[in-house]
């Protein structure tokens, strides 16, 4: 069967069904293709066993960009609740407040302790490493050598499964951003005193440190599946279980002719003028035909997967956490999601409680390809262990695999994306690649669905207006939002380039 539609969008996850929603409400022709045969969603979907709802991780809705928050109360005006932010880190069987609180801390770590902390990190502010590059040595640079010891270097190696010395330094720049520690001991010293901070003006909002958020009152599926649904009722197309496995680009004519395969090994075949990509680089570039000379740099980019093992238990000591953080090397698992405290209608019988337990992993590697049977033990055993519940009070368990969740960091991944852009903006003026695997950066939901408002804006103004690689590296373009795209970056650096 042979379709045509204008705009092909791959991927049905924030980046995906953000650009659909806009180009079908702006009355242009579109058709998001979806892999998964079920849900929409991508790893922002809402997974639901037997009335228990849960997350693939945990996405609270907060962005600093108005053009953001007002696109999620447009497609989801009615369903958001507001909940209080409160996470711990777990470290050698005691936990601490996250963010920190200085006197818990203080107990915690004990006196000498945290002298060599505060002794450790005035030493690197004054020898810092110059031109950091590892994951490393930026947090050391930032936070002091024990510091980085205690808090950052096991947890950060359970989720990338490498070094902290072979991550570069820009994961750290990017996620952890304007925080250090004399940020941390401010807003810790404001917690312990029971007083609330407030920024100056024109002080940027630190998101590490926020202390509520908005979320779907039943997971962040509701908010892909209204926007699925609308696109739908605007003339657009959702279609599941449909993988893209061969693209091909006509110059002469600027037509795309896409291959696609269900899963009942049927073929499907669409033409388009513009695709917009949100699957993952190394997949994309595989896919086209002939093949790229940057396949050699597409295939170097690393995932990280993860698994979750969602615990139904009885609720007999309930604990106040969206989530924890498992810093201490004796256990596997990297973090644990309380859903009830995401929202209460997340688990549907008040006398139990659902955790979702998150293992770091590859594809393939032994944890991935263990049986269900025996993770579901693993995690009864761990959580019992941690102290949150026994082990014999769990009644029920669900394990979901999630492969590609994380877009890997590595010495060579700048270059290696670089080459691939240089490449595809060359030779494919109208493929758009958005979201967080279409584009190999470690983005938040709101600064994937940035990356597709702006994608959408150059393609109804028939050239490139908007540099989206800029987002999510430089704040002002991501909280400027579309409307102060322009003013952030200034158009005499944009240039401008026809697409169809």
């Given at each position: 069967?042979?379709y045509?539609?204008?705009t092909?969008v791959?991927g049905?996850?924030?980046?995906?069904l953000?650009?659909?929603?806009?180009?079908s409400?702006?009355?242009?022709?579109?058709?998001v293709?979806?892999?998964d045969?079920?849900q929409?969603?991508?790893?922002s979907?809402?997974?639901?066993?037997?009335?228990?709802?849960?997350d693939?991780?945990?996405?609270?809705?907060?962005?600093?960009s108005k053009a953001?928050v007002?696109?999620?109360?447009?497609i989801?005006?009615?369903d958001?609740?507001?909940?209080?932010?409160?996470s711990r880190?777990?470290?050698?069987g005691?936990?601490?407040a996250?963010?920190?609180k200085?006197?818990?801390a203080?107990r915690n770590?004990g006196l000498l302790?945290?002298a060599a902390c505060?002794a450790?990190y005035?030493?690197?502010?004054a020898?810092?490493?110059?031109?950091p590059?590892?994951f490393?040595?930026?947090?050391?640079?930032?936070?002091?050598?024990r510091l980085?010891?205690i808090?950052?270097?096991?947890?950060?190696?359970?989720?990338w499964?490498?070094s902290?010395?072979?991550?570069?330094?820009?994961?750290?720049?990017?996620?952890?951003?304007?925080?250090?520690l004399?940020a941390a001991i401010?807003?810790?010293?404001t917690?312990s005193?029971?007083?609330?901070?407030?920024?100056?003006p024109?002080e940027p909002v630190?998101?590490t440190?926020?202390?509520s958020?908005?979320?779907?009152?039943?997971?962040?599926?509701?908010?892909w599946?209204?926007?699925?649904?609308?696109?739908?009722?605007?003339?657009g197309?959702?279609?599941?279980d449909?993988?893209?496995d061969?693209?091909s680009?006509?110059?002469?004519?600027?037509?795309?002719?896409v291959s696609v395969?269900?899963?009942?090994?049927s073929?499907e075949?669409?033409?388009?003028?513009?695709?917009?990509?949100?699957?993952?680089?190394?997949e994309l570039v595989e896919?086209?035909?002939?093949?790229?000379i940057?396949t050699?740099?597409?295939r170097?980019?690393q995932?990280?997967d993860?698994?979750?093992?969602?615990?139904?238990?009885?609720?007999?000591?309930e604990?106040p956490?969206?989530?924890?953080?498992?810093h201490?090397?004796?256990?596997q698992?990297g973090?644990?999601?309380n859903?009830?405290?995401w929202s209460?209608e997340m688990v549907?019988?008040p006398a139990?409680?659902?955790l979702?337990?998150e293992?770091?992993?590859?594809?393939?590697d032994?944890?991935?390809?263990?049986p269900?049977?025996?993770?579901?033990?693993l995690?009864?055993?761990?959580?019992?262990?941690?102290?949150?519940?026994?082990?014999e009070?769990?009644?029920?368990?669900c394990v979901?695999?999630?492969?590609?969740a994380?877009?890997?960091?590595?010495e060579d991944?700048?270059?290696n994306v670089a080459?691939v852009?240089?490449?595809l903006?060359?030779?494919?003026p109208t493929l758009?690649?958005?979201?967080?695997n279409?584009m190999?950066?470690?983005?938040?939901?709101d600064h994937a669905?940035m990356t597709?408002?702006l994608?959408?804006?150059?393609?109804?103004?028939?050239?490139r207006?908007?540099?989206?690689?800029?987002v999510?590296?430089?704040?002002?373009?991501?909280?400027a939002?579309v409307?102060?795209a322009?003013?952030a970056?200034?158009?005499e650096?944009?240039v401008?380039?026809?697409?169809a």
């Amino acid at each position: 069967m042979s379709y045509h539609t204008e705009t092909l969008v791959i991927g049905a996850g924030p980046a995906g069904l953000t650009a659909g929603y806009l180009l079908s409400k702006h009355g242009r022709d579109v058709t998001v293709l979806e892999r998964d045969p079920h849900q929409v969603g991508g790893i922002s979907r809402t997974v639901s066993h037997r009335g228990y709802l849960f997350d693939i991780g945990g996405h609270r809705f907060f962005s600093k960009s108005k053009a953001v928050v007002d696109l999620w109360d447009e497609i989801l005006p009615d369903d958001f609740i507001d909940r209080p932010r409160l996470s711990r880190i777990y470290y050698k069987g005691r936990y601490y407040a996250y963010p920190l609180k200085a006197f818990e801390a203080l107990r915690n770590l004990g006196l000498l302790q945290s002298a060599a902390c505060v002794a450790s990190y005035l030493y690197a502010r004054a020898r810092p490493i110059p031109k950091p590059r590892s994951f490393h040595d930026w947090v050391r640079n930032q936070f002091g050598e024990r510091l980085f010891s205690i808090f950052f270097k096991t947890y950060t190696e359970k989720v990338w499964g490498m070094s902290c010395d072979a991550i570069s330094a820009d994961w750290a720049a990017q996620r952890i951003k304007g925080l250090d520690l004399g940020a941390a001991i401010r807003d810790a010293l404001t917690r312990s005193l029971g007083l609330k901070a407030r920024a100056k003006p024109g002080e940027p909002v630190i998101k590490t440190l926020i202390e509520s958020f908005r979320y779907p009152r039943r997971g962040p599926g509701m908010m892909w599946e209204a926007a699925a649904a609308k696109i739908a009722r605007q003339g657009g197309r959702v279609l599941l279980d449909r993988g893209v496995d061969g693209l091909s680009y006509d110059a002469p004519t600027g037509v795309w002719t896409v291959s696609v395969l269900r899963g009942d090994g049927s073929r499907e075949t669409y033409t388009a003028r513009n695709v917009i990509s949100s699957a993952p680089v190394r997949e994309l570039v595989e896919a086209i035909k002939p093949r790229p000379i940057s396949t050699f740099h597409a295939r170097a980019l690393q995932y990280r997967d993860f698994l979750t093992v969602a615990l139904i238990a009885r609720a007999r000591h309930e604990f106040p956490d969206n989530w924890i953080y498992i810093h201490d090397p004796s256990v596997q698992v990297g973090r644990v999601q309380n859903f009830r405290s995401w929202s209460p209608e997340m688990v549907p019988d008040p006398a139990f409680t659902c955790l979702g337990l998150e293992y770091f992993c590859f594809e393939g590697d032994g944890l991935w390809n263990a049986p269900d049977a025996d993770l579901v033990a693993l995690a009864k055993r761990e959580i019992g262990r941690i102290g949150l519940v026994a082990p014999e009070d769990v009644v029920d368990a669900c394990v979901v695999r999630q492969p590609k969740a994380y877009p890997v960091y590595d010495e060579d991944y700048r270059q290696n994306v670089a080459m691939v852009r240089m490449e595809l903006e060359r030779d494919f003026p109208t493929l758009h690649l958005v979201g967080r695997n279409g584009m190999h950066k470690y983005n938040n939901q709101d600064h994937a669905m940035m990356t597709a408002m702006l994608t959408v804006e150059n393609i109804l103004a028939g050239h490139r207006r908007h540099d989206i690689w800029r987002v999510n590296e430089d704040a002002e373009y991501t909280e400027a939002g579309v409307s102060g795209a322009d003013e952030a970056l200034g158009s005499e650096r944009l240039v401008p380039r026809k697409v169809a």
